[in-house]
């Protein structure tokens, strides 16, 4: 007889549960299965994504979901075929009332899942492209062709009166979709609303993607030295990133000097010189989880000026820290936080993503997003289970120079675990003179 596990369409209330198991500190296992210890229960973890989706899907006016973003695919049916397919809107995945999913995919890497990925159908995977970002012209007549099919499955399973939640699509494929009958509302709301609360399987691959940048901020910290430039921070961390078994370096920002201020979001071939204050943000996946982990490091020596930004920075990060519990709204966090003003700039989108919070998993941005901008007017519910990031940044008295520092928390039934372990209490000075 089929195990439960290979059966994808007979979840039980059980498979909601998230099995926390809070202790004395969150566990970082090592990446290999053994006999020993109970580590990442993957079978486990697929059938929460999944049924949490259904109850999403269950709790809004949809019956059903049609998924062309690669984080939703996963989510639902665990397939995932490389990093080169993030931007090319090449795949999508069904999800109709109780019927297990379907997957259209790449070629032959539907043969692949029929072969190895037995939690599915193995009719249920399916080749097919729709228009690859327009590179297939619409007036092929694919997108029609798979819309008539999602038509037909949708009615089949009995949902053909019922909405269809779409993540995102190409703008043809949304006219193939209403050509066919289809009422398309917003999906990829349905999506986050089902990926905000995460199990003890999530947690753990959060906390090992979190352990992996602990190690590359080591490194980072004794390579500082003038005479190495940004982009050589850049390629030895996702040297080592992608040696410790991460599967996406999605970026490295590395900042410094007179580039600090104001933030540019990016790296150059800046060489580092004595007394620069540079950051870092380590953006990267293990198993698709992701880390969003800034650190903020001098080379040599430091101001009063820069020591003082850093202090003011590491400050506000705690006042935030220490706002997160079950129960506490996004608004109450995001006013421990400096106004756009009082740091220079003159509203708060211009000062969007500086003192911010964000949500992690298979995505680097989902819920809670906790913002000045829109936490004050529009808050949410901070929730046991949920995981993400807090950054603060702060420009230095000198005019080009900053400082910028996140946190990645897990929310516990009390309140919530740091998670990102690399020293941030005081300003880190590399390679001391």
Known sequence: MMSRALMPNLLTPQDLEPNWEWRERLPAWGHTS??????????????????????????????????FDVNNIRYVSATKIGEWERDKMCRFCLLTGDDSPYVWDFGSAAVHHQRYSDWLEPDHCLAGVVGMRGTIPPEFGLMKKYAKEIARLIKEAGMADMPVGVDYAETAMFHALQEEGIKVVDGQQIML????????????????????????????????????????????????????GSDDVEAINAISGERCNPHPHNFTDRLFRPGDQAF???????????????????????TPSQTDAYIRAREWI??????????????KVAEVWPTAESLGFPNEDAAFGLQF????????????????????????????GMVFALETYCPASDGYSAARIEEEVVVTETGCEVISLFPAEELPIANRY
């Not at 870092?280 to 430091?302: E, H, K, M, P, V």
């Not at 995505?363 to 929730?383: G, K, T």
């Open 280 to 302: 870092f943000d380590i953006l990267q996946s293990y198993q698709g989880y992701r880390t969003c982990y800034y650190r903020t490091f001098n080379i040599g020596r430091a």
């Open 34 to 67: 053994v006999d020993f210890e109970r580590r990442i229960d993957h079978d486990r973890l697929r059938r929460y994504r999944l049924a949490r989706t259904r109850q999403a899907l269950q709790a809004s006016e949809a019956g059903t979901l049609l998924l």
């Open 357 to 384: 919070g964000h949500g992690l998993g298979l995505a680097l941005h989902e819920r809670p997003i906790i913002s000045r901008a829109v936490s004050l007017d529009h808050p949410m519910e901070i929730q046991t």
């Open 193 to 244: 609303s089902a990926r905000e609360i995460k199990n003890w399987d999530e947690i753990q691959l959060l906390t090992q993607a979190a352990s992996m940048v602990d190690g590359v901020y080591h490194m980072i910290y004794e390579e500082l030295k003038p005479g190495v430039r940004e982009n050589d921070i850049v390629a030895l961390s996702n040297k080592l990133l992608y040696e410790m």
């Open 318 to 331: 705690d006042a935030s820290i220490a706002m997160i519990r079950p129960g506490v709204t996004t608004d």
